[in-house]
Structures are given as structure tokens and as C-alpha cells.
């Protein structure tokens, strides 16, 4: 009995439908940080730490501990015990974001 067999895959069409998902995972973390900032319930006093808390949230940023600063002008350099600094980095997500908005700027400076 002939069973149906599989279609081979189609690779290049898979990474394509692989790239959208994450694009529009990204698209979402992007909004819901967008829409989290806008809707705060004191926008007038967000600062700097609120909105990094709200862009951990959204998986924009992560935190990450080091052995060492990333630089004397990171914040990181006054944080942390001897030979241990919590900093924030940015995740895929925020730096596919950037990579992204720099293309843009590129093709409109061309
Ligand atoms: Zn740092």
C-alpha cells in the first residue's frame, strides 16, 4: 500500500514563516511597551527607571550581572559589590529593533 509521503520541506519557505513569527513578536513587544508608556498611570513622573522596569516587562531589556562594568560612563560602574555589577542589556528583540531603525535611516540619507 502506497502511504503518502511528506513534502520534502521547503526550507527557504519555513525560514520565511520562521522570520514573520518572530517579526511580529517583536512588532508585539514594541507595542506593548508603547502602549504601557502611554497608558501609564502618571506619565508626567515616568523616569528613566520606570521605564526600564516597563521594557524588562516587555522583554525589551534584560538584566544581566558582570565581573566588571561595561565602561565608566554605564551606570553599572556605581552599582554592585567588588567584582559584581547588575546591568541592563538589551535583548534580540531591542536589537533587532535598532538594526531595523538604522536600515530605515540609511535608505532615507541614500
Ligand atoms: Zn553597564
Redesign the pocket.
Known sequence: MNMPQPLPPDEAGLLAVVDTVLAARDLFALQAFALAVVEYDDSSNLVRGDLQDIAMACGLLKQVT?VA???EN????DTGLEGQ?E??EDTSVLKRAWIAVKEADDRSTQ
Open positions: 558582570k562594568p561595561c565602561g554605564c551606570y553599572c560602574a555589577v546591568c541592563l
